[in-house]
């Protein structure tokens, strides 16, 4: 074997090891940049390599975003951060480079690759469900063991994407299989998972390829058959969404009067009327009929954990028990303690708060949720607690920003700065936390300024043009789960979320233009 074919061959593991990693393992993404940048070192043929790379747009198209992080150093203040940004943004210059320097990969190779990602995500997922079951379902991210859920999330939706169009094009019948099997278990997966993002993604793309095929080949009663039921599905959507909201818009509006509430428990102690402490959920106040005499108690009878400790989520048991309580219709003493069932008491114990949150699908969960959350921020009591409205809370910061800075941003380093600042300014619950816009659009204008957004959009779009991009299934679709990702997600600043983009955006180039044959191999060096 020639000193190019071992290097070669090595630099090819760093790249499949790349693609099993972005979905499991932040430290293996490292490493396999490593080998891939040692590999491509000890290969030589630079002349060859920059030749290669300098007729490859889409790659320096990718670089010229790192450029554009470099020039927000000559006006930025905290260099520390700024240093810390651009070595998280270091794909952008080191994956393009290398992979557009050596040799191309064969088109067997490059489907290899989809199926080790496919594979991949189907372990990290099966332990990640064993996990979960090992704790109890406390946390919905142990789901995802090795990355950021909503990141794992990302790669479920690219996978079945590229699964699906395989099971549409290959000929191999056991393949075909395997393909749709995975993308089955994808979906069980997400249902309980209750990732809403990949759900919205994964519903966003489903759309729009059955919108395309039936525009493309089907007649008009086709057309308007489909037309008919996808209004139905979305007046069924937004039943669901009313159905889950009754509660709330019944309570909504309902007066108490405290005096005309019983006043004593039937086992004849009294209850404490509370409607401050515990406040309100979907319009009703969780505080009313609470036994302090009798609670604490029954409690120490049917649990270990103590009534004034936290919940094993890390929550005061205290209110967790008093809103379970609340959610069932039930009076907070001892006789509503006692219509719970030894799994109810499991749940309270592990910090589930609202027993319809055990009842409902994922979508119903994160509506009510949201409700809730709505709630609580229009009462007064502030956003923490609820990553739906702290998201609406950052952006409204974010835009007071952008108003300062407008044209060129703050600069690579300052944006945490500016939001620490901003929060104080406005005396928000979120000012002693590090959190950022939550959304990629508001944090590059943050940063750069309306240039900078405008070189980023730049960026997302004009590869399109390059090879045709625009006509090519998998490549639209990435480019979907990338931008609708982007809008409630920083998906860029983690170095999972810009190693999913970077690599995958060469390496869908790569899988749409490079044919059978390759000229540009070891062979003609």
Known sequence: MTREKLFYNIYLLGFVSLAVAVPTSNYVMSLSQIIMAGAWLFYGHYRQGWKQLLSEKIGWILISFFILHVIGLIYTSDFNYAIKDLRTKLPLLVLPFIIFSMPRPTKRFLEFVVWMHALAILVASIIGIFLAQQKGYINYRLYSPGISHIRFGLNICLSAVLLTYYFFHLKNLFLRICAAALVLWYIVYLFLFGSVTA????????????????????SLWGKISYAVLL????????????????PFLQHSNKKIDIT??????????????????????FGQYVGLYYCPDELPEAWAK????????????????????????????????????????????????????????????????????????????????GTRGNSIMQRFELWRVSLKIIEKNPIIG?????????????????????????????????????????????????VLFYPLKIKNLYKDGPYMAFLIIIMVSMINEDTLESQAGITFYVFFSLFLYLLSTTKETVKNSISNR
């Open 231 to 246: 209004t139905a599905l979305i007046v069924g959507f937004v039943l669901v969404i009313r159905e889950t909201l009754e």
């Open 199 to 218: 759900f919205i993604i994964l519903c966003i793309l489903f759309i729009i390829g059955i919108s395309v095929f039936i525009i493309r080949h089907t």
């Open 260 to 281: 005309q509430l019983e006043k004593y428990s039937a086992d004849g102690h009294p209850y404490l009327h509370d409607t401050i402490y515990f406040g309100k959920e």
């Open 410 to 458: 703050v600069g690579t380093g300052d944006v945490p700065l500016a939001f620490k600042q901003q929060l104080a300014a406005i005396q928000s619950d979120l000012s002693a936390t590090s959190l950022r816009s939550h959304n990629q659009y508001l944090s590059i204008t943050i940063a750069f300024g309306i240039i900078g957004l405008l070189w980023f959009l730049w």
């Open 302 to 381: 049917r649990s270990k954990l103590d009534y004034y400790g936290k919940d094993l989520a890390g929550q005061p048991l205290m209110a967790t028990i008093v809103r379970y309580l609340n959610s069932k219709g039930l009076r907070k003493d001892a006789r509503g303690l006692a219509q719970l069932s030894d799994e109810e008491i499991r749940w309270i114990e592990k910090g589930v708060a609202n027993a319809q949150y055990m009842q409902s699908s994922a979508l119903k969960r994160t509506i009510m949720e949201t409700a809730l959350g709505y709630e609580h921020f229009k009462e007064g009591n």
